[in-house]
């Protein structure tokens, strides 16, 4: 599939060469149904999302359940259009398979900011769904799966129904149209019903309509209104099934310790002594480090930390402040990635910048690297023997897992079972392969014996893909309280690269990535320039989530404060008065009106806005601080957002909550560093988040004006930072250019 | 070496310096502690013993002193606890993995404060990290608990 997406199309830019290459009847025709190939005889599966045994209906909702309470709401598209009760269906992740197929994935990508609803956007955006289906990756990330499944999750859920009361017809020999259906029955005009199981086998023989009608918004019952969680009652009673959780007879535990150095391998390693520590069954090396089987994971980890390896040193690039001179040296010519904004003309504008009249702005600004930290360390368990391989592992790329396993065992698809479960968190690091790999190769070496792979913190923590460090430099000019122009221009390693290079594609074109957030913002200012550069790969990168808006935000939405408190314009004002999108507008408004942003805050108190419009999603936020003698204290935050459709208006908000948490926990205390070639962080106590105490009442507005349904597992998190800082520019005077921000200020 | 768990008890026979918490999900097989950090940084792994919560990471079995109580032994999907019913009302968790340790820290809170302020859930809470920053929810849990465990 490499081969033919590189020929195919590029992300980010205009061409999709020869969609129509691939023949218009294999790009119509479906994946097959991956149900259809281990239905017992009582099951009846009517599309890939609908299956129908005598325990009822389960719905598969195949994206990956790390909290964002995904498995909900799709699980809700489909019920909605099938007539059920979503406390009366099953709810599963189910098969790894093209047949869920991300279609929405590489909309983003595109050289249209999403904000461009034209013709030509929207075809560019359709054709996108071609390179996404032969591409045939079912992945979680880039908040795509609600827009990808609002339409045809719901549309397989009412061709599933249609069949059942054409089943039902056949049965009492009455017309379709006679029919009606409620909480899983066909009713007749005379009262008798028919359970959807009773149907199911009758309704197998029965030819799906390709394209079914769906209920207007008006008739919805399930969709709209807040749910309860599906998987609420096992998260709160520690039953609910993490891969971590998962035992199998006679299992064992292996760890791993890779080279701390990035990017080098082992020379040796000496495991004398660690092979007479208690339980320990084998060491072996590894690819960059060694694995310990152990009785359990306790004797695998303290077996591991006695195992001496010689290590290669780290090829280059042995410092942070090595790697910040490379960010920096990458704003150059040599390594322009994209301009997807350049508009009137920016060089003219401060050529003419010398009267007194215009004020001319410059500033730098840089973020670190971030760790993901999920709470549930990387971990699979692997199963391999009689030529089957079972893997249970969280993951947002199911089907790469299959590719990973088939390549390693040399199995074929059809003996390869990927069990994805429930994950505690993913923010974009369950997208990797790294420890999927170690996992099954491990399983390899013990063929017969279930093994459990259990990552430590420590390995968590040093071995992960970072978000990258960045860098922005700007330069602005406003005149006659207005801006007239600015040069924004972005350094950072290209996430794109990174990440696709490590499962084996490479994409040409520019990374969207790198200048995600920073081109694309809804602002109408005459002479507007943005520019990315590509710096080179340091450290391994990977998505986290919010992807490059995540600095882009920080970096835009501090300069823009900075230019209205230098030009003494009120922050808010001054975005209204350039926001050209509606939906952004009235975001801002409505964050103005909840904060009481006009109303002056009492002394020693202050707030900061930002906003920022990712993943199609406008979000502004407004911050309060309060000076406190043990230090500075968040006191209320406010959002308001726009996902054109909101399908679950209190996991929305959830969240957006949850989003600010994450994106507070980076703006505040969130940085890995180098030293000596190695990742210095190893575990909460050098890489902390925000706990409990530190986190203040949150209010979420939502609005549907945008025209697209759109996600909101990232969109909340981007603003945080800036309007954190530009809080404490009102409360202090300082001027946060830097993050994490407790390097100069003090939090409570 | 004997254990007492959710009120049964078990013979246990891994090293002695083996941390209660690898003791529950590797030996025993109640996995509902979960593993954070294994340094008690992340309260992940927050069982009782005698009514106290303990971060299960760090405490040796060897020096394991009193009565076990796992969040399984808190309450089960067919009997929930009312913490755990309120921790369901409020619809806290996302990921959930954080959540074992929580409910465990807030049963420990509220059998010593049956009305906690906003200051002891500050305290007793901030060992647990929750990385899906489910912490809004926690509160209002918390403080909808003591009001069902007052009239209970
Ligand atoms: S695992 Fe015990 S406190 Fe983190
Ligand atoms: S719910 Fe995910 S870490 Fe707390």
Known sequence: ?748 | MKLTINGKNYKISAEPETPLLWVLRDEIGLTGTKYGCGIAMCGACTVHVDGQPVRSCSLPLDQVEGEITTIEGLGTPEALNIIQQTWIDHQVAQCGYCQSGQVMSAAALLSTIDTPTDKDIDEAMSGNLCRCGTYPRIRAAIHDAASKLKDA
């Open chain 1, 1 to 748: 599939m490499g081969k033919i997406l590189r020929r195919s199309f590029l992300i980010g830019s205009t061409a999709i060469a020869g969609g129509v290459a691939f023949g218009y009847w294999s790009y119509k025709n479906p994946h097959p149904n991956p149900l259809q190939k281990s239905l017992n005889p009582d099951q009846t599966s009517l599309t890939p999302y609908v299956l129908i045994d005598q325990s009822g209906i389960t719905i598969i909702a195949p994206r990956a359940e790390m909290g964002q309470g995904v498995h909900t709401t799709l699980a809700a598209l489909v019920a909605e259009e099938l007539d059920v009760a979503l406390k009366d269906v099953n709810i599963i992740h189910g098969p790894a398979s093209k047949a869920y197929y991300n279609a929405a994935i590489l909309k983003e990508g595109i050289s249209k900011p999403s904000t461009d609803v034209s013709k030509g956007a929207e075809r560019q955006r359709a054709f996108m769904d071609i390179p996404a289906k032969f591409l045939g990756m079912q992945v979680t990330g880039g908040s795509t799966s609600i827009p990808d499944a609002y339409t045809k999750m719901r549309k397989a859920g009412a061709a599933a129904r249609i069949a059942l009361i054409k089943a039902a017809a056949k049965e009492w020999n009455e017309k379709p149209s006679t029919l009606k259906t409620a909480n899983g029955h066909v009713i007749a005009p005379d009262g008798r019903t028919l359970s959807y199981q009773e149907l199911a086998p009758l309704a197998r023989s029965i030819k799906l309509p390709r394209n079914p009608a769906l209920k207007p918004k008006s008739a919805w019952k399930i969709l709209g209104k807040s749910q309860r969680r599906h998987d609420i009652v096992g998260k709160s009673t520690g039953t609910a099934l993490y891969s971590m959780d998962v035992r199998l007879p006679d299992m064992v535990y292996a760890t791993v310790k890779m080279n701390p150095h990035i990017d080098a391998g082992m020379k040796s390693f000496n495991a004398d002594h660690a092979r007479t520590m208690a339980g320990v069954q084998k060491i072996v090396a590894l690819d960059n480090g060694i694995a310990v089987i152990a009785n359990n994971s306790w004797n695998a980890f303290r077996a591991a930390n006695e195992v001496d390896c010689d290590w290669e040193p780290a090829a280059y690039h042995t410092s942070s402040e090595e790697i910040e001179k490379s960010i920096l040296n990458s704003f150059a010519a040599d390594f322009k990635d994209s301009q997807f904004k350049n508009e009137g003309n920016v060089t003219k504008i401060f050529e003419e910048t010398r009267s007194g009249e215009n004020t001319l702005l410059e500033g730098t600004y840089k973020v670190p690297y971030l760790a993901h930290a999920t709470m549930e360390p990387m971990n699979a368990v692997a199963h391999l023997r009689d030529g089957k391989l079972d893997i249970w592992v969280g993951t947002q790329l199911p089907t790469q897992v299959v590719k990973e396993a088939e390549a390693i065992t040399k199995l074929k698809e059809k003996n390869i079972t990927v069990h994805t479960t429930y994950m505690g968190g993913g923010f974009g690091r369950r997208a990797e392969m790294d420890f999927v790999i170690q996992a099954i190769k491990i399983a390899k070496i013990m063929e017969g014996t279930p093994v459990k792979l259990v990552w430590s913190r420590e390995e968590d923590m040093r071995h992960d893909v970072y978000r990258p460090a960045a860098m922005a430099k700007f330069k602005a000019v406003t005149k006659d309280g207005k801006i007239s122009a600015i040069d924004l221009q972005v350094s950072a390693s290209s996430v794109v690269d990174s990440q696709m290079g490590r499962i084996g594609i490479s994409i040409p074109g520019p990374d969207s990535t790198i200048a995600q957030s920073a081109w694309d913002q809804p602002y109408a200012i005459p002479n507007y320039r943005v520019t990315a550069y590509k710096a080179p790969i340091m450290l391994p990168v990977g998505s986290w989530r919010s992807v490059g808006a995540s600095q882009n935000a920080f970096f835009q939405e501090t300069m823009l404060d900075e230019i209205a408190t230098a030009g003494g314009m009120d922050p808010i004002a001054m975005r209204l008065a350039m926001i050209n999108h509606e939906p952004s507008y009235k975001v801002v408004e409505t964050v103005s009106k909840l904060s009481n942003w006009d109303k002056p805050l009492p002394a020693g108190q202050a707030r900061g806005m930002a906003f920022c419009l990712s993943f199609g999603v406008p979000v502004a936020q407004v911050i309060e601080i309060e000076q406190t003698p043990d230090g500075l204290k968040l006191a209320k935050i406010f959002a308001a957002v726009d996902v054109g459709t909101a399908l679950d208006p209190a996991n929305i908000r959830a969240q957006v909550k949850s989003a600010i948490i994450y994106g507070l926990s980076a703006a505040i205390m969130g940085e890995i560093t180098i030293a000596d070639g190695q990742v210095e962080q190893s575990n909460f106590h050098d890489y902390d988040a925000m706990r409990l105490y530190q986190v203040p009442a949150m209010e979420v507005a939502i609005l549907e004006n945008n025209p697209h349904i759109h996600g909101i597992g990232e969109p909340g998190l981007p603003p945080i930072a800036p309007a954190l800082g530009n809080a404490i520019f009102a409360l202090t005077g300082e001027r946060i250019r830097a993050l994490p921000m407790n390097k100069s200020i003090t939090f409570i």
